[in-house]
């Protein structure tokens, strides 16, 4: 069977940086170490004031398709993923195509478009499209061009204040990819939750506490959704384990739940009994209550083991380190957790061909898949091409007063312009509204 999965990646920051620690904190009167340390996260990125999801798509999407020397034609399907849509009917996939249109000759006139909606969970579920469209032999040839991207603002005081981010990541899904193959085993945990929910309005609705039990809940399911068509996952298979990062300390809580439940009845349950003592199982215990907090004391004790910490060095840490700059990126979020993975296994001088990836994604309301994935021969080239580096460090750092003023002017209910922070080159930019109230945008040389 021909290898599906992604082919190429490109990644497109906000052109706006919020430094957490140095900016955010003081103003909140809170320990700076509660981002850096707790949340795990140093800055956020964030839309200037003619940026939004259709724009930075748009510029991960050009990016990627002047790199892989692309046409319209080339490309069957724009699928975008996004929790930041902003009209109910027409998809942003159409503006997307649209604005690509100003700058190549063909046009998209045969590629189907749409949007999917789960949360963040969304972006990795325009994958499954993709790669169901073309293991089904539908895509004549073609590719397609799968977008995540998102504002991830929260109303001002929310605690997820803490939590924002904006960028896009666009993947180019083909046969025979040169980045990674998708495993055609997944699993899914899904519920009805309400633990994060924008009911027709711009910002979201949170219980943050609640939201990250329900992480942790349903990523748990779909790992032994996973388990059940795949077989027992044993973390050695795999080089890295990329998550959603809402921010980088809810995946070291996912991290240590995982490798608690996948140790279970192994022999590394066995070497770590010396040490700490076996995992406690609920059968020997009276109450759910006693069985809980024994389960609490067993994760404090594992998660200070050398053994638990080495694996999270090598396996997690490298997941996190995009995300640490730039807050959520909702739908992208897991999306750039592969990327950085790659980005220091490169940076490392290690050879990852035919290594194995374990992705688990999450979206509120809720759902979390799990499915593996195999690195390709041309992933170090792919890798190479970011330069996200050189975007991050580009970023206008806002001092306080100019985060009030850009988050107020895309707050979609206050009338509010602000003059652009940074000068567009070569980027889509948001140009104003027209008759019908869409947007307009154009290309800056
Ligand atoms: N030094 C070190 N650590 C510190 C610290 C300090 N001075 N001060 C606080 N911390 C730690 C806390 O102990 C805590 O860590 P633990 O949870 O491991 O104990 C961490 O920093 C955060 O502190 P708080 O819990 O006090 O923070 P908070 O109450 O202000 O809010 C939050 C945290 C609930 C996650 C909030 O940011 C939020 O609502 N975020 C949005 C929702 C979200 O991201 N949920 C994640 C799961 S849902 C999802 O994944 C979908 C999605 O993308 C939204």
Same mark, same amino acid.
């Given at each position: 069977m021909t290898a599906v999965g992604i082919d190429a990646i490109e990644i497109w920051t906000g052109n706006l940086k919020l430094d957490l620690p140095g900016t955010f904190a003081p103003q909140k009167g809170e320990d700076?170490?509660? $981002?850096?340390?707790?949340?795990?996260l140093n800055a956020s990125s964030f839309p200037d004031s003619y940026e939004d999801i259709v724009t930075m798509g748009a510029n991960a999407a050009h990016r990627l398709m002047e790199r892989k020397g692309l046409e319209?034609?080339?490309?069957?399907?724009?699928?975008v993923a996004t929790e930041s849509s902003f009209d109910n009917s027409k998809p942003v996939s159409t503006y997307v195509a649209g604005c690509l249109e100003q700058v190549y000759d063909g046009d998209f006139h045969h590629a189907n478009k749409g949007e999917r909606k789960f949360a963040?969970?969304?972006?990795?579920?325009?994958?499954?499209?993709? $790669?169901?469209?073309?293991r089904a032999g539908r895509n004549r040839g073609r590719s397609a061009l799968v977008i995540a991207t998102d504002t991830a603002l929260y109303a001002r005081g929310d605690a997820g204040e803490a939590t924002q981010g904006a960028g896009a990541v666009a993947m180019l899904i083909s046969e025979d990819p040169d980045l990674v193959?998708?495993?055609?085993e997944q699993g899914y945990g899904s519920a009805d939750e309400t633990d994060f929910l924008k009911p027709n309005q711009q910002f979201p609705s949170v219980d943050g506490k609640r939201s990250v039990q329900v992480y942790l809940a349903r990523m748990r399911?779909?790992?032994?959704d996973y388990e059940s068509v795949a077989g027992d996952v044993h973390l050695d298979d795999f080089a890295y384990a990329p998550f959603h990062t809402p921010f980088p300390g809810m995946v070291r809580k996912a991290a240590l739940l995982a490798y608690r439940h996948v140790i279970r009845n192994t022999s590394v349950e066995e070497e770590l009994a010396d040490e700490i003592g076996r995992q406690p199982r609920a059968e020997a215990f009276d109450t759910d209550e006693a069985y809980r907090d024994a389960l609490r004391d067993y994760m404090d004790s594992l998660k200070e083991t050398d053994r638990y910490r080495e694996w999270y060095a090598e396996a997690i840490d490298p997941t996190l380190s995009i995300s640490r700059e730039v807050g959520n990126w909702y739908t992208g979020s897991v999306h750039i957790a592969r990327a950085s993975a790659l980005k220091e296994a490169l940076e490392d001088g290690r050879d990852m061909t035919d290594e194995r990836l374990l992705v688990g994604s999450y979206g509120s309301g809720a759902q979390a898949e799990i499915h593996a994935e195999t690195v390709q021969d041309g992933w170090e080239k792919e890798i190479e091409a970011l330069n996200v580096d050189e975007q991050l460090a580009e970023r206008y750092d806002m001092d306080w007063e100019d985060y009030e003023e850009i988050h107020d002017a895309h707050n979609h209910e206050m009338?509010?312009?602000?003059?652009e922070f940074t000068t567009p080159s070569e980027e889509f930019v948001f140009d104003g509204w027209g008759r019908m109230g869409e947007r307009k945008y154009r290309y800056v040389e």
């Amino acid at each position: 069977m021909t290898a599906v999965g992604i082919d190429a990646i490109e990644i497109w920051t906000g052109n706006l940086k919020l430094d957490l620690p140095g900016t955010f904190a003081p103003q909140k009167g809170e320990d700076p170490e509660k $981002y850096t340390k707790g949340l795990g996260l140093n800055a956020s990125s964030f839309p200037d004031s003619y940026e939004d999801i259709v724009t930075m798509g748009a510029n991960a999407a050009h990016r990627l398709m002047e790199r892989k020397g692309l046409e319209p034609d080339d490309i069957g399907r724009i699928d975008v993923a996004t929790e930041s849509s902003f009209d109910n009917s027409k998809p942003v996939s159409t503006y997307v195509a649209g604005c690509l249109e100003q700058v190549y000759d063909g046009d998209f006139h045969h590629a189907n478009k749409g949007e999917r909606k789960f949360a963040c969970i969304a972006g990795t579920q325009s994958l499954d499209d993709a $790669y169901n469209w073309i293991r089904a032999g539908r895509n004549r040839g073609r590719s397609a061009l799968v977008i995540a991207t998102d504002t991830a603002l929260y109303a001002r005081g929310d605690a997820g204040e803490a939590t924002q981010g904006a960028g896009a990541v666009a993947m180019l899904i083909s046969e025979d990819p040169d980045l990674v193959e998708l495993s055609a085993e997944q699993g899914y945990g899904s519920a009805d939750e309400t633990d994060f929910l924008k009911p027709n309005q711009q910002f979201p609705s949170v219980d943050g506490k609640r939201s990250v039990q329900v992480y942790l809940a349903r990523m748990r399911e779909a790992v032994e959704d996973y388990e059940s068509v795949a077989g027992d996952v044993h973390l050695d298979d795999f080089a890295y384990a990329p998550f959603h990062t809402p921010f980088p300390g809810m995946v070291r809580k996912a991290a240590l739940l995982a490798y608690r439940h996948v140790i279970r009845n192994t022999s590394v349950e066995e070497e770590l009994a010396d040490e700490i003592g076996r995992q406690p199982r609920a059968e020997a215990f009276d109450t759910d209550e006693a069985y809980r907090d024994a389960l609490r004391d067993y994760m404090d004790s594992l998660k200070e083991t050398d053994r638990y910490r080495e694996w999270y060095a090598e396996a997690i840490d490298p997941t996190l380190s995009i995300s640490r700059e730039v807050g959520n990126w909702y739908t992208g979020s897991v999306h750039i957790a592969r990327a950085s993975a790659l980005k220091e296994a490169l940076e490392d001088g290690r050879d990852m061909t035919d290594e194995r990836l374990l992705v688990g994604s999450y979206g509120s309301g809720a759902q979390a898949e799990i499915h593996a994935e195999t690195v390709q021969d041309g992933w170090e080239k792919e890798i190479e091409a970011l330069n996200v580096d050189e975007q991050l460090a580009e970023r206008y750092d806002m001092d306080w007063e100019d985060y009030e003023e850009i988050h107020d002017a895309h707050n979609h209910e206050m009338d509010v312009d602000v003059e652009e922070f940074t000068t567009p080159s070569e980027e889509f930019v948001f140009d104003g509204w027209g008759r019908m109230g869409e947007r307009k945008y154009r290309y800056v040389e």
